[in-house]
């Protein structure tokens, strides 16, 4: 095995991980950075973010404002320091992303114009089109090749932290070309590598996001946080659950039932006025809306489709100019994979599962409980998302952490003692032999894709927008029951040169420990709280749930739970009021 | 290392045969045989013309040959489609921007299109063709 | 790596193509007519010699052979390399040197006339 | 819904086996409103687990599942089975660049050269960031905003012509990130990258096919942007002869 000395490895090349490898760059060229990605850094999942990047930069916004929407988006389980320091290294960040070139559309008078986003009062979101997450992703990928000190590996999938002395000291990863493992010995290590949406049947998420990096973390001791918490984006669209990004609704796209009713105005979102109002209807949070669909859905309000039952997205209004001009993408996705044009048609839309809000246990620093270990992006939960992302968080929440964790990870790289090489290599060799055992598996009757498919069922009825003890404990013993059988599957392909038989085995194989830890974390938080919605606990109790989750892989059985206090500083547990009477 | 990537040879010689585009693009390259064939028979006519009248007439005598003529025809098709092919792609070298807008790269193509019939009509009128 | 000096040869193939494009068509119906025997008058000697004696005539006649000659000789230049010969250096000697001399005949035939 | 089996007909190549790449064909039944790339998965979840292809979004915006489809690079995940012809549908890795396995090809050359022409913002003197932003107009952002927009899938690499005889050609995508960065109004840099960018490597090896364009699935138009760069690197040419400088500084 071939071992790699670098400084700072960086798990991940999305949004998260090139920021961060900017970070290092900049901050301490004298320091080597690899970037490990198990794709180029191009495809990387934050290209398919649409709507844009929230960032407090409008006469009439303020700070305050931003923190207050995030706060109660999240229904209070954020951490408030940490929500802090984000609205305000938000602004920065982006105008940082101009300076790197990002295309960010403009007003006329040249200035960056923002739009308008669910759950937040003011506009706020910064945005190129609905390319956001493309155009940012690209700009720090094409700045990224400025610095000599990041050295790709692309097409690297890592596969186990390499921990000596209690601290992370590097990363074992599959080169996918040769099948060879490498071992990356360094002094920090930093985890960017994205979320976990393909544990569902239905998500906005490509392929690529399999909960590697949590699952990581999670085997090496490091707790993962809020895991029940996950997002279903209101609108996706249905058979494929591609994105329409919610600048739809930002732009002026109404929700309506089978009977053309803006039914949103049923659920405490009014009143339907007929132009977008801030925090109201259309503008309410992701949560809300997806659970508005699930009422609609039990009252036969929906429409049945051949894709299954939906509402429809009406853009109609906006004609054909400002469409082309603000959601060229959404129109050119919406007429080719449903055949519904949004200048002349209404389009069919459905919640589809979006976001992790948990995800490893990181503090404000971007650092994990593990000396040496860092996270940001998705895959982290630091937390500023609490119970449920308010849109457009998350690809500013990648820029400041992603920053953060870079900048501290040179810290500690500074800090950090000499490496236990010898330990560091048995690692490796401990790393290596889990994957050879993978090869060398007997055919014990178990398929991958049959352990995926049931994965996903389970967690739809389980794990879905609204959930309850029985089918909760019914998702926690299946996935007990996939994971004992994936110990049984063995490859078809024994191959070494791009062998994605391995990768999709060892991805689902991350997905089942992730999945375990959604679904064990959900059954033991008995309350109601934004994404997290029990039918058997339908209130919020903050009296015992105003805390985070803390699951701790405990190898093949149920991860062990722990709690933790939610950072308050100066906004209490109120009530989320959306709709007309919203401040 | 169990790498051994392929490589796929391309024929170069025959390539442009296998897809419509390609062979497309290869006419168009071919036509400037032709300009060139055309523009050295030009050349002869003005050496022919700087020589006299005697001259002249054997240059003249030859264009009435049956070949000349049959490859003039051939000639003119070619040179027709090198216009159109030529004035078609003129937006992509030239884009114009008004203000926010680019000009659509059909009304460009078009003011060529235009151009040129004009051009033709002049230079035919100019040498009599609309006197007969 | 070192800047081409293709801008060179390539500004006459652009100018040369245009200029095609926009008369070769027309001068070619009237070759094909000189060819039947028609249009005596203008495509005869006397009409092409006092055509040819004004500055405009020879200008146009100098335009349309040496941008011509250029652009075919440039753009033959990658067609044969398209249709697999591989002699690139012969073939723009050959192609260019072409084009340099008939541009010279052009200058020296023209101010004859 | 309706179904129709489709027969896919794709190209194999595992290195550890074959000395050269053959065709396998599957007959996959196939929904009516399914892409190129639903077939393909279909075949890895239940006919053959060790058939290789990149594929994530399935929304084309990351630009990894681009294969040649009856012999026309194109996204498979924007590709639909109903719009092909009846028959078998041939599936074969990007052409003009080496097979690592079945459906992955070697992209090393590409991500050179997309390095190579510095592809991003070059300011003689930065602004600080306490400065706030630069400004923009609408007018400006349109200039350069249509050759942002590639997601680096490279097709149109696969449809080059002068790619596949010429492989130093810098090629389409590259050099069209090349002008991105030329024409956006915050950029000072066009005088480095064309030391890269007007070499013989890179625009002069363009013959103007218009192949790039033709096949490229976000409608960038790689092959404008190439000639535009060569209209203003003869410009530079003629006025560094003449003594003016060349380009902007």
Not at chain 1, 348 to 361: A, D, K, L, S
Not at chain 1, 367 to 390: D, F, H, K, Q, W
Not at chain 4, 18 to 29: I, L, M
Request: with cysteine.
């Amino acid at each position: 095995m071939e071992t790699i000395k670098t400084d700072v490895a960086i798990i991940g090349a999305g949004g998260a991980g090139l920021r961060a490898a900017i970070a290092v760059a900049e901050s301490a060229p004298d320091l080597k950075v690899a970037l490990i990605s198990k794709v180029y850094p191009m495809r990387s999942h934050t290209v398919a973010a649409e709507g844009g990047a929230a960032g407090v930069i409008k006469q009439g916004d303020s700070l305050e404002d931003h923190f207050n929407d995030t706060v109660a988006g999240g229904d209070w389980l954020c951490d408030q320091d940490a929500v802090d320091l984000f609205i305000r290294q938000a602004p920065v960040e982006l105008t940082q992303l101009e300076h790197w070139g990002c295309p960010w559309s403009r007003e006329k008078n040249g200035h960056v114009a923002v739009r308008p986003f669910g759950g937040m009062k003011n506009e706020r979101t910064w945005f190129a089109a609905d390319k956001s997450g493309f155009h940012i992703l690209h700009t720090l990928f094409q700045t990224s090749l400025k610095y000599p000190s990041i050295e790709r590996y692309d097409e690297f999938y890592c596969t186990d932290l390499i921990v000596a002395d209690g601290v992370c000291q590097g990363v074992s990863a599959i080169e996918m070309r040769t099948g060879l493992m490498q071992l990356f010995q360094a002094r920090s290590v930093i985890i960017a590598a994205g979320g976990a949406g393909w544990m569902f049947p239905f998500t906005t998420n490509g392929a690529i996001k399999t909960a590697d990096g949590m699952a990581m973390a999670y085997r090496a001791g490091v707790p993962l946080k809020d895991m029940e918490f996950v997002q279903y984006h209101p609108t996706g669209l249905p058979g494929t659950g591609i994105l329409l990004t919610e600048g739809c609704r930002g732009e002026g796209g109404i929700l309506v039932n089978k009977d053309g009713y803006r039914y949103l105005q049923d659920y405490d979102l009014g009143p339907p006025d007929p132009w977008p109002r801030n925090k109201a209807m259309e503008l309410g949070p992701r949560d809300r809306l997806s659970q508005a669909f699930w009422h609609e859905q039990k009252k036969g309000r929906t429409v049945g489709s051949r894709w299954g039952d939906v509402v429809y997205l009406d853009m109609r209004h906006l004609g054909e100019k400002k469409i082309n001009e603000k959601l060229p993408l959404v129109r050119d996705l919406a007429a080719s994979y449903v055949g519904a044009d949004p200048v002349h048609e209404l389009v069919p839309v459905r919640p589809v599962v979006h976001y992790m809000m948990g995800g490893i246990h990181t503090n404000i620093d971007a650092a994990t409980p593990m000396p040496g270990l860092y996270a940001a992006g998705e895959c982290a939960c630091v937390s500023i998302n609490g119970a449920n992302r308010l849109g457009s968080n998350s690809l500013t929440e990648l820029l400041v952490f992603g920053k953060r964790a870079g900048e501290h990870a040179v810290e500690h790289a500074r800090s950090a003692a000499q490496p236990s090489e010898s330990e560091i290599r048995q690692k490796g060799e401990e790393a290596r032999k889990r994957v050879t055992d993978l090869f060398l598996r007997e055919d014990g009757g178990e398929n991958i894709t049959t352990i995926r498919k049931e994965m996903n069922e389970t967690m739809e009825s389980g794990a879905g927008i609204y959930r309850a003890e029985d089918s909760m404990r019914e998702t926690c013993d299946k996935v007990l029951e996939l994971r004992e059988r994936f110990s049984r599957v063995h490859l078809e392909d024994k191959s070494n040169v791009f062998n994605t038989n391995m990768l999709y085995t060892m991805e689902v194989g991350s997905m089942l420990e992730a999945a375990h830890a959604v679904a064990f974390s959900a059954i033991n938080r008995k309350e109601s709280r934004g994404s997290h919605q029990r039918l058997d606990y339908t209130a919020r109790d903050d009296g015992s749930f105003l805390k985070h989750s803390l699951a701790y892989y405990q190898g093949e059985v149920e991860p062990r739970m722990d709690y933790l206090d939610v950072v308050i500083t100066r906004s209490q547990p109120g009530q989320r009021v959306y709709g007309g009477s919203a401040k | 290392m169990s790498r051994k990537p392929y490589v796929r040879e391309i024929s170069h010689t025959t390539w442009y045969l296998a897809r419509r585009r390609d062979l497309l693009h290869m006419a168009q390259e071919v036509t400037s045989l032709f300009i060139g064939i055309y523009t050295i028979m030009l050349l002869w006519g003005v050496k022919a013309l700087s020589e006299g009248p005697g001259a002249y007439q054997v240059f003249l005598d030859a264009l009435g040959s049956p070949l000349v003529i049959a490859f003039n025809w051939i000639t003119f098709v070619i040179m027709l489609y090198h216009s159109i092919s030529w004035f078609s792609v003129t937006p992509k070298a030239m884009p114009v921007q008004i203000g926010e807008e680019f000009l659509p790269g059909g009304i460009i193509a078009a003011g060529h299109y235009i151009a040129w019939v004009v051009v033709s009509a002049v230079i035919y009128y100019l040498a009599g063709g609309f006197n007969g | 790596m070192a800047r081409s000096n293709k801008p060179m040869v390539w500004s006459l193939f652009a100018a040369g193509g245009t200029v095609a494009a926009f008369v070769m068509p027309v001068l070619m119906l009237l070759t094909i007519m000189a060819g039947y025997g028609q249009l005596t008058d203008s495509l005869g000697y006397e009409g092409m010699k006092s055509f040819a004696s004004g500055w405009m005539g020879k200008l146009f006649l100098l335009v349309v052979i040496v941008t011509c000659l250029w652009h075919a000789a440039h753009r033959a230049r990658t067609a044969l390399h398209g249709l697999g010969l591989r002699a690139d250096k012969a073939v723009a000697v050959i192609g260019y040197g072409i084009a340099s001399l008939g541009s010279l005949l052009a200058v020296f035939y023209l101010l004859r006339i | 819904m309706t179904q129709r089996t489709v027969e896919l007909s794709i190209l194999r190549y595992r290195p550890e086996e074959d000395d050269k790449p053959w065709f396998q064909t599957y007959q996959v039944p196939c929904d009516e409103d399914w892409v190129v790339l639903d077939a393909i998965n279909y075949v890895k979840d239940h006919l053959d687990g060790s058939l290789s292809y990149r594929w994530s979004c399935h929304m084309a915006v990351c630009g990894s599942c681009s294969m040649m489809i009856n012999g026309d690079p194109a996204l498979s995940c924007k590709t639909f089975i109903r719009d092909l012809p009846e028959g078998p549908v041939r599936i074969e890795p990007l052409a003009n660049f080496p097979i690592e396995r079945d459906l992955v090809v070697v992209m090393d050359d590409f991500m050179e050269k997309l390095q190579r022409v510095k592809p991003y913002l070059i300011r003689s003197t930065e602004k600080p960031l306490e400065e706030g932003q630069h400004l923009q107009s609408p007018a400006e952002l349109k200039k350069f905003k249509q050759y942002t927009l590639c997601i680096n899938c490279a097709c149109c690499y696969s449809a080059c012509p002068q790619y596949a005889l010429i492989p130093e050609f810098i090629g389409p995508a590259a050099l069209t990130l090349a002008h991105r960065y030329n024409q956006d109004s915050r950029d000072q840099g066009r005088d480095e990258r064309e030391d890269v960018v007007a070499s013989n490597e890179g625009i002069w090896d363009c013959s103007f096919a218009g192949a790039c364009s033709d096949v490229c699935p976000k409608h960038v138009d790689p092959a404008s942007a190439v000639q535009q760069m060569k209209i203003a690197s003869t410009v530079d040419w003629f006025m560094r002869r003449l003594g003016l400088g060349g380009g902007k500084s």
